[in-house]
């Protein structure tokens, strides 16, 4: 019998053979570290890895084979290897979450996510490269430069947790944590056929993160199988894991003013994600189609990014002024005026720098436009006996290496505070992977669960990159 190659099973699969004996945690690190080393910055080069502590990993992988062994008691997430995204603290490492400006920071502690991941038995691995500070979609590094996606290596791989998509997609590792201001979960799973969570507002805890905007923040993870998704969700949120029953028998509205068919590129996406509801209702759900009028200039209006983002990166640099001595960034502005950026990111971070805070009128009024705008999200959820909603994660496909993404859906979640899921929907023909998302009301993260064991057994395995060979010497 053929082992289950771990680039490509599940988290489930995987707790399977180990708790069978028929693999070790041990092994699985070193697989790992090959193929990171084989594929991050060799062969296809997806430069998705900021620091990979193997001789850590190895230890404690180790420890969690003898606990195995002892009979001892078994995390939720026991052996399994995990990749955490470059602005989360892990103690003793660097936190640069992406900037040349952080450059010396060294985590005196672990965040909490990460200390309840090692609780539950993961083997934290390493960190992955991400959009600078965050603050982005396209991967643009002023440290690391760009990531490549693994579907299609000249083409962006979506952000801000580029490095973290991609690291599960490569097959380095079955689960990675990615944090999610405006999409920075769900964007990039998108792209790289993979689940992404985005949970409901104060679900996960923030400490221990380098800010982007404090009350839109979210960690998350990304997997392969959405069976693996209530399993992680439990660990980060530090509750108790029930497994989901697989299910569609929901009602889902599909908004349909978030299919853009304005070019063949959307009308492409549209209908993969189109044909994703359709599956969905063959299995079960519900269908329907709804309106909500304005609903982008309502989101639009309801994000406060630009207000929260200079105040919240200024008072964590300050709290971190002794592992930075070197350094004289104490503002965003300080990066801007010493160019340190990357220069995609030089008109947005010379914008956000001067842009009123938490003080202005402007940012009672978003605050009031994100209540009113949750208001009526739950108004229609109530009124048409919702489950979830339905609309593709992007729009457009992802953009060329380099250039600037349009598209996205992905605000919504994020200014209402409600729960959403980016769904592996299927690949347009150029083959490049679509997302579709689904937003349930909050503190409903079990119904996204439940859907997407449903799409997992409706398809036949998972798609992994093609061309991305691993060779021994």
């Not at 002023?142 to 801000?160: E, I, K, M, Q």
Request: net charge negative; glycine share 8%.
């Amino acid at each position: 019998m053929t082992a289950p190659d771990p680039a490509t099973v599940s988290i489930d699969t995987l707790l399977d053979e180990l708790a069978a004996g028929r693999q070790h945690a041990a092994t699985l690190v070193e697989h790992a570290i090959a193929r990171i080393e084989a594929l991050d910055s060799r062969g296809p080069a997806l430069n998705a890895i900021t620091h990979l502590a193997a001789d850590e990993a190895r230890a404690a992988a180790a420890a969690s084979d003898r606990r195995r062994a002892n009979g001892e008691a078994i995390g939720l997430l026991e052996g399994i290897p995990v990749l955490v995204k470059d602005n989360m603290d892990v103690a003793g490492w660097p936190t640069t979450a992406g900037s040349a400006a952080l450059v010396g920071r060294v985590a005196q502690r672990d965040a909490p996510i990460v200390a309840r991941l090692r609780r539950a038995g993961a083997i934290v691995l390493g960190k992955t490269a991400m959009h600078e500070l965050a603050a982005g979609i396209t991967g643009a590094s002023s440290l690391t430069g760009f990531t490549r996606n693994a579907y299609a290596l000249d083409h962006s791989p979506g952000g801000s947790s580029s490095g973290a998509a991609v690291a599960v997609a490569a097959g380095y590792v079955p689960l990675a944590i990615g944090s999610d201001t405006a999409g920075s979960v769900r964007i990039p799973a998108a792209f790289h056929h993979l689940y992404g969570l985005r949970a409901s507002r104060g679900a996960i805890p923030l400490d221990g993160i380098v800010p982007l905007s404090p009350t839109q923040d979210m960690p998350g993870p990304l997997t392969r199988f959405g069976a693996d998704m209530a399993r992680a969700f439990a660990v980060l949120a530090d509750r108790p894991y029930q497994p989901v029953e697989a299910s569609a028998r929901m009602r889902i509205g599909v908004l349909d003013a978030w299919f853009d068919r304005d070019d063949d590129h959307s009308a492409d996406v549209a209908s993969v994600c189109m044909a994703a509801v359709e599956r969905l209702a063959y299995l079960g759900a519900q269908v329907l189609s709804i309106a909500l009028e304005n609903l982008r200039r309502d989101t639009d209006a309801a994000n406060v990014i630009a207000y929260e983002f200079a105040e919240a990166l200024a008072a964590d640099l300050a709290a971190h002024a002794d592992s930075l001595a070197g350094s004289p960034v104490r503002s965003l502005q300080d990066i801007v005026d010493r160019g340190l950026e990357h220069e995609q990111l030089t008109p947005v971070f010379s914008e956000r720098a001067r842009h009123p805070g938490t003080d202005s009128p402007g940012y009672q009024q978003a605050l009031a436009a994100r209540a009113a705008l949750a208001d009526r999200l739950n108004a229609c959820f109530e009124a048409q006996s919702l489950d979830v909603m339905a609309y593709p994660t992007v729009r457009q496909p992802p953009t060329l290496l380099g250039g600037t993404q349009d598209g996205s859906n992905a605000l919504l979640a994020p200014v209402t505070g409600f729960p959403a899921i980016s769904l592996p929907a299927g690949f347009d023909r150029q083959g490049r992977p679509v997302g579709l998302e689904l937003l349930a009301r909050p503190g409903d993260e079990s119904r996204v669960f439940a859907l997407a064991r449903a799409w997992d057994d409706a398809r036949e395995g998972w798609t992994p990159p093609g061309g991305l060979v691993v060779t021994t010497d």
